[in-house]
């Protein structure tokens, strides 16, 4: 076992365990904010660069503290690490520059975005307040595109995370999208027109932490934070069956995995459980979804809720003075 | 100084074809490693030499060579950078040009050295000519007994392929074009893991640059000790030196590492001094990565003392008053250019050829060059000056491999050395709006002796 | 082809002509595929694709592109991602000569802004567009790595340097001479080079 401190928080963990996994472990706000990496997702993660934090010792072996801030989600824990994340003044203006750098070209069109309330992203720029006004130039534009019946792609709003790419590449077989074109320029596309068919396709919605990909038969039909989810299950022969159901009064609106505090989903789920079931009788509903981090304007703040208190996230936002 | 050990025989006439390279001592160093040597002695005296890779990072060659992975089962790789495509460089493409063999050879000797069956030359797409080149003088060396099965009746067999790139500076970076060689998009990976555990095909691989794989041959042909006397402290042996820009010599030139700036730029041996004998505004001295030099800290340290060319005198100063050596491309400034244009002009670069993988270097580079465009069109404003500094430190060691901290550097240090420049940009935007920049009018008249004649030597293929 | 933001999405339609390389160019990809280790046949893609534009049409083609998909045992969109992430690969259909010049700092202080300047002027066309007769496309690229012998251009093996507007009026004038010829004349690099 590898002995690791985090903000002055130690923990144990066994070789080969990344910071951000011990990080994970020991839970709390001293959690770093992770927009690539995906546990369930082998290779992901290293990307986005919010995960940062600073190796103030090396290890046990070789005190020295690292030179540059590193990937948490990439970077092993050695015996005897110290880690700051938020206690680093330096750790915590990168993450605001690279907030600021996520959204340059993002489009602030969260008012109308069906990610709102459930966004990585917005989340991450409401915990660091960042100003984005430095940036005056043209933000880039795509056109939205329908991949298949299910999906729609919203390009505009990627944050080119490569998660989407990794789920269809790991759990699926036959890739039809991917990444096209390079720098500032790439995109997530099919390239010719295509459709994802492949029954556990659906779960790139999840696995999106913006509004990019987003389940069409759910589109303007509701906000998120107007539908309850409940946790539901059906005995299904593709899946575990295990979802979450986004719930008004009967109606379903939308049924999604079940996703942990961290935001990740516990089982991918089927398309026939994701875009086909839609009626009440479908499901043997448990009960309301008692892990609602999605509902909490904080990265760095996991919290378990209790259903009920579901803070409306746009509306916050708004309160809070513009400086 | 002056002493040659690469291009010592580039001036015979059919030096890269494999008779006259060998009618003139050539593959005698292969011979002698492969049938007297043991590989841990030639990387003995690799170590020795103090040798530093010349494709940038300058990282003792020795060294990496230990940390290849020698406890797995797995075969192991090495792979040649040719992909130069830093701005500035152009060494790789003339030690090809024009003595092709002397790279056969050191990669016989390196791949013995390093126990690899299979080695690959990754060639830039564009250098076509030169991938020509390269399978000439490789059937030539299997031909003649110097590749293929049992290389000389020793048991030791190789094989050596030519990749051919498409257009992608990002692919030099060394596990961008590990990936690159695996037929996938340029993305550099996450290390670690570093390729001397998990390289090509997850195997045990290194990467080294062209010249500094030509550069064993007369290491294990003198001895690592010998080499090691040439040059300066840790700065041992010969550099490769692309001169460009307003310079009277333009060209490739071997150096002894430690000869002075002053000699370098001024004398008729090398770049000859400035073209149309105007005055000196600026060098980067090591591609355009690199920070670049105001005239006064060109030829001078910021303590007065005299500047030569070696990793720690390029250095000297930090990037307060120093640059690097970086790949020895050196881009010289006449008192006419514009360092905001050509500031804008390298960020356009990186903003073009970032793989696009990281976040600060997607938006940031793009940030950049938006900004710096503005400036130079004289659409810009005082504080967007204090912006451009400031998106590029957070770009700077924030990124997954240092594509990020090349795209930085130059708008820091331009900034830095050149902030009336910029000022100048902001205040006087119709003048600037009407400036011509680089014509070549003005670079006609300039008398340049063009050291080689690329054309005709690929012509003759 | 320049990196620009969206690109069609567009409804692909084969084009109904077959898409084959010839028994000699096959063989040859066969002997390239055959350099990598069993399963790693991917690392094949690169030259291929570069043999596929020169043999099949100049350019990738959704369908060139599938073919080449194929003959690896790779997914379409593999192809796609990498031939969309390199510049060398040519998207859309371009001329029988390419004209690459240099557009990067030490090029461009030395003059390969006029340079490029002055083809826009003589063969009437803006940089990215290609001449109404098909025999010219204009392209602005980064460093050639040719930097001493600035300024510089390509078309398409070939490499030009130190050029001026004589050169550049001769170089076109031999081009258009022998345009007529099958290819152009050293098209075969596939030849020569693989
Ligand atoms: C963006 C980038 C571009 C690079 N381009 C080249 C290149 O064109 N040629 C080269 O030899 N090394 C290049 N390098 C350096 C390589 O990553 C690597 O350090 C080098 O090939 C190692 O060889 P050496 O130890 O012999 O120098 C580049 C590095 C980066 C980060
Ligand atoms: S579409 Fe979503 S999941 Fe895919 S790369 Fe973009 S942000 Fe990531
Ligand atoms: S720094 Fe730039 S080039 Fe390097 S991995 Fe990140 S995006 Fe790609
Ligand atoms: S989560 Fe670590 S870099 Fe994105
Ligand atoms: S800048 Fe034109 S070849 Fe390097």
């Known amino acids: 076992m590898l002995k690791i401190t985090i903000d002055g928080h130690s923990t144990e963990v066994e070789e080969g365990t990344t910071i951000l996994q011990a990080a994970r472990k020991i839970g709390g706000e001293i959690v770093p904010p992770a927009m690539c990496y995906y546990s369930k997702l082998k290779g992901s993660g290293g990307k986005c660069r919010t995960c940062l934090v600073k190796v103030s010792k090396g290890s046990e072996k070789d005190p020295r503290p690292m030179p540059k801030l590193v990937a948490s989600c990439s970077t092993p824990v050695q015996d005897g690490m110290e880690v700051q994340n938020i206690t680093s003044p330096e750790v915590l203006e990168t993450r605001k520059a690279i907030v600021e750098f996520l959204l340059i070209n993002h489009p602030l069109d969260c008012p109308v975005c069906d990610q709102a309330g459930e966004c990585d992203l917005q989340d991450l720029s409401f915990e660091h307040g960042v100003d984005t006004s430095r940036f005056e130039e043209g933000k880039r534009e795509f056109d939205q595109i329908d991949i298949g019946e299910n999906i729609k792609l919203h390009m505009n709003r990627c944050i080119l995370c490569y998660r989407c790419v990794y789920t269809v590449n790991q759990i699926t077989d036959g890739r039809i999208h991917g990444v096209l074109y390079r720098g500032d320029a790439s995109e997530i596309s099919t390239f010719i027109q295509n459709a994802i068919t492949n029954d556990f396709s659906g779960n790139v919605i999840d696995v999106c932490p913006v509004g990019a990909l987003t389940d069409r038969s759910f589109r303007f039909k509701s906000r998120v934070w107007f539908t309850r989810p409940m946790d539901a299950h059906r005995d299904c022969p593709k899946c575990s069956g295990k979802v979450t159901l986004w719930m008004s009064a009967n109606d379903i609106y939308r049924v999604t995995a079940r996703k942990d505090e961290f935001n990740e989903v516990e089982e991918f789920i089927c398309n026939e459980c994701r875009f086909e079931k839609k009626n009440a009788e479908d499901w043997i509903i448990e009960g309301p979804r008692t892990i609602t981090r999605t509902s909490i304007i904080s990265v760095n703040h996991y919290q378990k809720l209790k259903q009920g208190s579901i803070i409306n996230p746009v509306a916050k936002k708004i309160e809070k003075p513009s400086e | ?461 | ?194």
């Open chain 3, 1 to 194: 082809m320049a990196l620009g933001y969206n690109i069609d999405h567009k409804l692909y339609q084969p084009e109904g002509k077959e898409v084959r390389f010839t028994d000699e160019v096959l063989e040859k990809v066969k002997k390239i595929i055959a350099r990598y280790p069993e399963g790693r046949q991917k690392s094949a893609l690169l030259p291929v694709l570069h043999i596929a534009q020169e043999e099949l049409g100049g350019h990738l083609s959704v369908d060139v592109m599938n073919y080449v998909a194929q003959l690896l045992n790779i997914q379409p969109i593999e192809v796609y991602e990498v031939a969309t992430f390199y510049t060398q690969y040519y998207l859309e259909k371009t001329g029988k000569y390419v004209i690459e010049v240099c557009r990067t700092g030490p090029c461009a202080m030395c003059g390969g802004e006029d340079i490029a300047d002055y083809l826009e002027r003589k063969l009437n066309i803006k940089t990215d567009e290609t001449t109404a007769d098909g025999l010219f496309t204009l392209r602005r690229v980064e460093c050639l790595g040719a930097c001493g012998y600035a300024p510089v251009m390509q078309i398409n093996t070939e490499f030009y340097e130190f050029l001026t507007q004589e050169k550049i009026d001769q170089t076109i004038e031999n081009l258009r001479a022998r345009a007529n010829e099958e290819k152009p004349k050293d098209s075969k690099w596939v030849e020569k080079f693989f």
């Open chain 2, 1 to 461: 100084m002056g002493r040659k050990i690469l291009l010592d025989k580039v001036h015979i006439p059919g030096i890269s074809t494999f008779k006259v390279y060998r009618d003139n001592g050539g593959y005698t160093t292969a011979e002698k490693a492969l049938k007297t040597m043991l590989p841990a002695e030639i990387t003995e005296e690799v170590k020795k030499s103090g040798l530093r890779g010349r494709g940038g990072a300058g990282f003792p060659t020795g060294m990496k060579w230990s940390f290849l992975d020698t406890r797995s089962n797995n075969p192991r790789y090495l792979v040649c950078n040719a992909d130069e495509s830093e701005p500035g460089t152009f060494k790789d493409r003339y030690l090809i040009d024009n003595i092709p063999h002397l790279l056969i050879e050191g990669l016989i000797i390196s791949s013995f050295a390093l126990g690899a069956n299979t080695t690959f030359i990754y060639v830039r797409g564009e250098f076509k000519p030169q991938i020509g080149i390269l399978n000439r003088a490789i059937r030539e060396a299997y031909e003649n007994g110097f590749l293929g099965k049992n290389i000389l009746g020793t048991t030791y067999s190789l094989d050596i392929y030519v990749q051919s790139g498409a257009g992608a500076y990002i692919c030099g970076e060394e596990t961008a074009l590990l990936e690159s060689l695996e037929g996938k998009r340029g993305n550099p990976r996450l290390k670690p893991p570093f390729p001397a555990v998990k390289g090509l095909y997850d195997c045990p691989t290194v990467v080294n640059n062209v010249e500094t794989l030509a550069t064993v041959v007369p290491i294990i042909s003198m001895g690592g000790d010998e080499y090691a006397k040439i040059g300066v402290g840790r700065s041992t042996g010969t550099k490769l030196m692309s001169a460009c820009g307003h310079i009277k010599n333009p060209g490739v030139y071997e150096i002894e590492l430690g000869l002075s700036m002053e000699e370098f730029l001024y004398s008729n041996e090398y770049c000859g001094g400035i073209a149309n004998d105007k005055k000196l505004k600026a060098v980067i001295p090591g591609g355009s990565s690199v920070p670049i030099l105001p005239a006064h800290l060109v030829t001078l340290t910021a303590q007065n003392t005299s500047r030569s060319i070696s990793y720690e005198s390029l250095s000297d100063g930090g990037f307060q008053s120093g640059s690097m050596l970086g790949s020895g491309g050196f881009i010289v400034f006449d008192e006419d250019a514009c360092i905001v244009r050509n500031t804008w002009n390298f960020s356009r670069f990186y903003h073009h050829e970032s793989c696009g993988q990281c976040s600060p270097c997607r938006e940031g580079t793009g940030w950049l060059e938006k900004v710096l465009h503005r400036i130079e069109n004289g659409e810009g404003r005082m504080k967007d000056i204090d912006l451009l500094d400031s998106v590029a430190k957070k770009i700077e060691g924030n990124t997954i491999c240092p594509l990020g901290d090349a795209a930085a550097w130059p708008v820091n240090s331009a900034i830095r050395h050149f902030r009336h420049e910029f000022e100048f940009h902001i205040e006087h935007p119709d003048i600037v709006k009407n400036i011509k920049h680089g014509s070549l009018e003005k670079y006609r008249t300039k008398n340049t002796k063009p050291r080689t004649k690329n054309t005709e030597i690929t012509e003759s293929l």
